[in-house]
Nanobody, 123 residues
């Protein structure tokens, strides 16, 4: 069983930055792919970014060039650095872990989920 705890959300003005963190329990973190997803009110959950076991990354087009996903295996933590934030980035952001090392863009590819952290971007 893997437990994921997100932190770092909050209220920020458009153009600002936030860094989200996701701390994972367990001893197999380094072999797992991790992902970030978000869900805005009244909308479906959408993929944001993924990082595989080797550090390879992939992003949604809507955040490419503004967001950066990274991982620190020594700390069992994955990060999402969000720059140049826009009001349309407002959502609950959740991290997720796969049983496997390959990254994924679909929510049903992930086996464990955190509770989420609210990000609100004001205009």
């Amino acid at each position: 069983q893997v437990q994921l705890v997100e932190s770092g959300g909050g209220l920020v003005q458009a153009g600002g930055s936030l860094r989200l963190s996701c701390a994972a329990s367990g001893r197999t973190f380094s072999s797992r792919a991790m992902g970030w997803f978000r869900q805005a009110p009244g909308k479906e959950r959408e993929f944001v970014a993924t990082i595989d076991w080797s550090g390879g990354t992939y992003y949604a087009d809507s955040v490419k060039g503004r967001f950066t996903i990274s991982r620190d295996n020594a700390k069992n933590t994955v990060y999402l650095q969000m720059n140049s934030l826009k009001p349309e980035d407002t959502a609950v952001y959740s991290c997720a872990a796969r049983k496997w090392g390959g990254g994924g863009t679909l929510a049903n590819m992930y086996d464990y989920w955190g509770q989420g952290t609210q990000v609100t971007v004001s205009s």
